[in-house]
């Protein structure tokens, strides 16, 4: 019985809200399930995905927040 935990960061444009939308939970959903019957051969059946949405200040990389990892990626990419 494989259990598969996706996790995103939620950037809506409200507090609370979610840029991911039902539809493309459903095809995360759809796609990690047949991905897992493809490759192990586990029944849609058996597979449960779980989709959590993670406010943006929990969320880091590189050793610091991820909007000021992404703001430091942006100013490296427009520095000549």
Same mark, same amino acid.
């Given at each position: 019985?494989?259990?598969?935990?996706?996790?995103?960061? /939620?950037?809506?444009?409200?507090?609370? =809200?979610? =840029?991911?939308?039902?539809?493309?939970? =459903?095809?995360?959903?759809? @796609?990690?399930?047949?991905?897992?019957?493809?490759?192990? @051969?586990?029944?849609?059946?058996?597979?449960?995905?779980?989709?959590?949405?993670?406010?943006?200040?929990?969320?880091?990389?590189?050793?610091?927040?991820?909007?000021?990892?992404?703001? /430091?990626? /942006?100013? =490296?990419?427009? /520095?000549?």
């Amino acid at each position: 019985m494989p259990y598969v935990n996706i996790k995103v960061t /939620r950037e809506g444009t409200s507090p609370g =809200a979610s =840029a991911t939308t039902p539809e493309q939970k =459903a095809a995360l959903i759809q @796609g990690v399930s047949q991905l897992l019957l493809d490759v192990m @051969g586990k029944p849609l059946n058996s597979t449960f995905v779980v989709i959590d949405e993670v406010e943006m200040e929990n969320w880091g990389v590189g050793g610091v927040p991820v909007q000021e990892y992404r703001e /430091r990626q /942006r100013q =490296a990419l427009t /520095r000549p």
